[in-house]
């Protein structure tokens, strides 16, 4: 049995990851910050173990790690907010906020395990970014920079770290229907329009994601490395198809 432990895993996305690494044969470590909602969603997936921890402070992941009893074979760095509003109503603590959860928090979690992976001679890493991190949206503060810099993070870990069996990859989903995103969409205007200008006429899901996650932790995925996998229906890729033609 493989073993995984998923950050931001008490909700959305993160349960979702969970529930698919379940069904396909791995041992969970669910963590999240709010330990009512891990352990809620625990008790709805198999061979899970719920641990509470705060991915900004290295001593808080050390412990919670430590409770999981082994050292992974998958750590998905899942965890992340969004701080809405005009980027000059951001206060300097906003931005902070957001890039020490997001992209700090990626880091520390990553480094709590990699010396533990690097003795084993194998391990897998994989960071979620997002459409914005490709390509900034407006209103989201500093959330398109942290996404940016973990798409960045991800490609230095994995130029640094492959030579000791680890690979590094990350994900960048578009308009998904889950976690942070789904209160937008609970809106059917916004739905209809961000749905319809989806080249796959659809918004995605969080299973969507989970498929993602589990390919690139898979033996197909065994020469894959440092890349940024793109999961939005073609939505980054249809700009010019979106402007007007007269």
């Known amino acids: 049995m493989k073993t995984a432990i998923v ?3 008490g909700a959305g996305i993160g349960e979702a990851i969970c529930q698919k690494l379940s069904k396909n044969n791995y041992r969970v470590g669910m963590l999240d910050l709010n330990e009512e909602s891990v352990r809620e969603a625990s008790k709805k997936i198999e061979n899970s ?6 991915v900004t402070s290295e001593d808080s992941i050390k412990e919670a790690f430590g409770k999981f009893g082994e050292i992974p074979d998958l750590l998905v760095n899942n965890v992340g907010i969004v701080l809405f509003g005009p980027l000059e109503e951001h206060s300097v603590n906003d931005y902070s ?6 992209l700090l928090g990626s880091f520390i979690t990553s480094r709590v395990l990699i ?6 001679g194998n391990g897998s890493i994989i960071n979620m970014s997002s459409v914005n991190g490709v390509n900034p949206g407006i209103g989201i503060g500093a959330y398109p920079a942290s996404k940016a810099g973990i798409i960045s993070m991800t490609q230095q870990m994995a130029i640094e770290w492959g030579k000791f069996g680890i690979r590094v990859n990350c994900i960048s989903p578009g308009f ?3 976690g ?3 209160p937008i969409y609970e809106d059917p205007k916004v739905r209809e ?19 993602a996650v589990l390919f690139l932790d898979s033996e197909n995925a065994s020469y894959v490395n440092g890349h940024n996998l793109v999961v939005d229906g073609g939505v980054i890729s249809s700009v010019i198809a979106q402007l007007p033609r007269e």
Do not use: F, H, Q, W
């Open 7 to 9: 950050t931001g895993a």
């Open 176 to 178: 998904i229907d889950a």
């Open 115 to 120: 010396n533990d992976m690097i003795k084993r």
């Open 180 to 182: 942070m995103s789904k």
């Open 49 to 54: 173990t719920p641990l509470c921890g705060d």
């Open 97 to 102: 906020k957001s890039l020490n959860i997001n």
């Open 193 to 211: 329009l961000r749905g319809g200008a989806v080249p796959s006429g659809r918004l995605g899901e969080a299973e969507d994601i989970a498929n």
